[in-house]
């Protein structure tokens, strides 16, 4: 029996059909004593002949022993032979060696081929067989065609992998729940999920509900509850889990009724649930980009339109409509007329061809780069957009459309109009003025000039732009003063001003020019420059010249008016000196003996006579009058100011009491605004208050009731005063000739010399300030005058009143 052949011998003599399948009976003195009217021995023989094993029973060599009792038929009957794979042969050869060496049963599942080609699976089990004394007689086996359950165990642990499989792929756990004791059971992908080891978590639903977020709690119970009374078949819900690192998680879980008692409530869920955390974070992140997109279009300071193929406008962002004037329904509801072909090509100056609208450019697929289109909003209004486009694909690749960028920049384009301009008129102003301008960037040691300049200079393309070139263009006589003053000045950062000779370099030419520059810092303080301009002043300097001989020939032509004026001025003085004392002794002579002749021989004279007399008494006072006023308008102009504040109110109080003496038939009202202050010479000042004053007076005596005014005018920048009466005015035709020596308005029925506002006038004039009059006949007349500025810490100026 310790050969191979034997083994298959007993499995071939134990593969009978299990109809003709019989062991020998036991031995008598191995079974236990029964009473005598039981036949063990058929006993058995029904058994082996009824189950569905193979039995047989062999002698010590393998040799099969007939069963007790066997009929005749089983002679005939030939053994399912068959085959052992031969790669299991050898190694149930050494398991059943084994076995038999250590006394032991030996059990065995192993696939057998029969001799038509059909495959088994067996359970072969072979004991000993010992006699009284213990040695082994024989051997008694048992095989079972296990096949069906071989392959059922398959196709299950089959089907066990698959659904893993499907499970892993998937990332999904599985869970099955007893309702009635709310214990469940958690695939270990469940706990993998969460971070736990599979004993780690408890299996009870209270356990997972802790970790379920408070504000999905409420659901699941809900949906749960629904699902277990029949509400709804099945359920799905997202919620947040607490992982074991006490970070939440987001899940998905999709569950159902697996079984449902006779009232119909479930007593069983089975479901899975899925991490669907990077899938939420996902579309966090897409909402984020979403929500972005959306406030970057709705912010933009770039107008951004999504444009059809035919034209139509499906999108456009605030600052589009801001720049086009129509909203984007407006615009995607202009079928017919859509606003990209209101949208006209800009030509640049001198291009020729014709206009060209955005729509025939986008339909012939140009991409565009900051390319400038005229447009005229609906409200009338023009405007310059710039405008960049670029095809949208859509997943096949195909064009769907062209996304759009708008840019308003009318305001730039004047500006860039305006600078240009600006720039030519800056090169015309250098032009026309001989004024140049140079930068000299010291860190990099360059200086680069204007176009006028290298004219002013003479200088050519080989010269070298340096600070030392700018220093050799210095005429040799002014070069080292001004390598010492231009070095300072960049030495200390302040301006450099200077003149100077230059020697021009292409024509030898000598030149005056003026030099002003300073220095300017960099953005970080770290490149200095010097902006300057150089202006050639050769005329200036040529004029120059010629004035300074010009005045050389006015000084000594003044010098001799100079002494001309001094000797008109004594004779001024030796007149003013004959007028007061040589003319007026005369004039006393005259009207004494005029009213002597008149006092003694007045009888003797005839009338007529008398009448002379009076005349020539009249005449010669008021030509006493003139030389006075004479005198006095020449004393005005020599008597030394003394300016100071004082009060003007005082002071037109006193000179109207001093009138009211000299009044007429009608009392006149006057009317003094109080606490009024001036700046000036007082004493002057009463002179002008004495002829204003005084003229108002005798222009009104003729009113029944004259009053006379004097304040302060209200709105100007300096204190303005005014006399104001309500006399008989004059002609506003004739007021050039009110301030005028020996002009007067009104004939001899009103006294007066004509000098009285000339010397006002001249008052004023050495006041700094200035007099004018308004007045109506018969209506009156106001009299305005200012004096000197009064000074910024006065506190005696109050605000200025209206006249009355």
């Known amino acids: 029996m310790n050969h191979l052949s034997e083994t298959a011998t007993l499995v071939q003599i134990g593969m009978k059909s299990p109809s003709t399948a019989l062991a020998e009976a036991p031995s008598p003195h191995s079974l236990q004593q029964d009473p005598p009217c039981v036949d063990y021995a058929q006993v058995l023989r029904n058994i082996f002949s009824t189950a569905p ?45 084994q076995s038999m060496e250590k006394g032991a049963q030996w059990s065995q599942r192993f696939k057998y081929r029969s001799s038509d080609g059909r495959v088994f699976w067996l359970q072969a089990v072979i004991a000993q067989v010992r006699n009284e004394s213990g040695k082994v007689t024989g051997y008694q086996g048992c095989n079972l065609d296990v096949t069906a359950e071989v392959v059922a165990n398959e196709q299950l642990a089959l ?64 949906l749960k509850e629904s699902c277990v009374e029949g509400r709804v078949e099945s359920f799905e819900l997202e919620f947040r889990l607490k992982t074991n690192e006490g970070k939440w998680r987001w899940f998905r879980c999709r569950g159902k009724a697996a079984e449902r008692d006779a009232s119909g409530k479930a007593v069983r869920l089975v479901g899975i649930l899925c991490d669907t955390n990077q899938s939420k974070m996902m579309e966090h992140l897409l909402q984020m980009e979403h929500g972005l997109l959306e406030l970057i279009t709705a912010t933009s300071p770039v107008g951004i339109m999504f444009i059809e193929p035919g034209g139509r406008v499906a999108f456009a962002n605030p600052r589009a409509e801001q720049i086009l004037g129509q909203t984007k329904k407006e615009m995607a509801s202009r079928r017919d007329c859509s606003p990209v072909w209101g949208i006209i090509r800009e030509r640049n100056q001198g291009e020729a061809g014709p206009d060209a609208a955005l ?83 010291l860190a990099h040691d360059s200086w680069n000039c204007s176009s006028k300049l290298v004219e002013i200079l003479g200088l050519d393309e080989n010269y070298p732009r340096t600070l030392k070139g700018h220093i050799a263009v210095v005429h040799e006589e002014y070069r080292e003063l001004f390598r010492e003053r231009y070095l300072a000045a960049i030495d200390d950062g302040r301006p450099f001003e200077m003149e100077y000779l230059v020697r021009r370099l292409n024509d030898g030419r000598e030149r005056w020019v003026t030099e002003c520059c300073e220095l300017s810092q960099g953005g970080r303080g770290l490149e200095q420059r ?53 003319l007026r002794a005369p004039l006393r002579h005259i009207n004494s003996y005029s009213s002597i002749l008149a006092e003694e021989y007045g009888k003797a004279l005839p009338d007529e006579a008398l009448y002379y007399l009076e005349r020539i008494n009249i005449a010669s006072s008021r030509m006493g009058r003139q030389i006075d006023d004479l005198l006095t308008l020449t004393r005005v102009g020599k008597t030394q100011m003394k300016r100071q504040s004082f009060n003007i109110s005082n002071l037109a109080a006193e000179v109207a009491d001093m009138l009211r003496g000299e009044q007429g038939a009608h009392p006149v009202e006057f009317q003094v605004q109080q606490g009024l202050t001036a700046y000036g010479d007082s004493v002057l000042v009463r002179l002008v208050l004495q002829n204003l004053l005084g003229n108002s007076m005798k222009y009104a005596s003729r009113v029944a009731s004259p009053v006379i005014v004097f304040g302060q005018a209200q709105g100007s920048g300096r204190p303005t005063f005014f006399v104001k009466d309500n006399g008989v005015g004059f002609d506003m035709a004739y007021v050039d000739k009110l301030f005028q020596p020996f002009q007067r308005l009104h004939g001899s029925e009103f006294e007066g010399t004509g000098i009285g506002l000339a010397t006002v006038r001249r008052i004023i004039d050495r006041h700094g300030g200035s007099i004018w009059a308004e007045g109506r006949e018969n209506h009156g007349a106001t009299f305005y005058f200012t004096l000197s500025q009064p000074r910024k810490n006065s506190a005696q100026y109050q605000a200025p009143l209206s006249p009355l």
């Open 53 to 97: 094993l193979g039995l047989y029973q062999t002698d010590i060599n393998g040799s099969r022993i007939p069963s007790a009792g066997s009929d005749a038929c089983d002679e005939g009957e030939e053994p399912l032979i068959g085959f052992i794979h031969p790669q299991e042969r050898k190694a149930l050869t050494a398991s059943w060696q």
């Open 159 to 222: 089907s066990e992998e698959r659904h893993r499989r499907a499970v892993e792929a998937a990332s999904s756990g599985i869970w099955d729940m007893d309702v009635a004791t709310s214990t469940c059971y958690f695939s270990p992908c469940c706990y993998e999920m969460l971070g736990y080891t599979p004993g780690q978590a408890q299996v009870h639903l209270d356990d997972w509900s802790s970790i379920l977020h408070p504000e999905q709690l409420d659901d699941a119970r809900t």
């Open 359 to 441: 729509g025939k450019i986008l339909a012939t697929g140009d991409t565009l780069a900051n390319v400038c289109f005229r447009f005229q909003r609906p409200d009338g209004v023009a405007a310059l957009v710039s405008i960049s486009t670029a095809p949208f694909l859509d997943q096949a690749s195909k064009v769907s459309g062209t996304v759009v960028t708008l840019e308003d920049v009318t305001e730039q384009k004047r500006r860039e109009q305006v600078m240009f301009d600006n720039e030519k008129l800056l090169r015309e102003t250098q032009r026309i003025a001989q004024l140049g301008s140079y930068v000299l960037d």
């Open 530 to 582: 010097m902006i300057g301009t150089i202006k050639d002043i050769t005329e200036r300097k040529e004029a120059e010249e010629a004035i300074r001989k010009l005045n050389d020939e006015l000084d000594r032509r003044v010098i001799e008016r100079t002494s001309q004026l001094e000797a008109a001025k004594k004779e001024i003085e030796s007149f003013s000196y004959s007028v007061s004392h040589d």
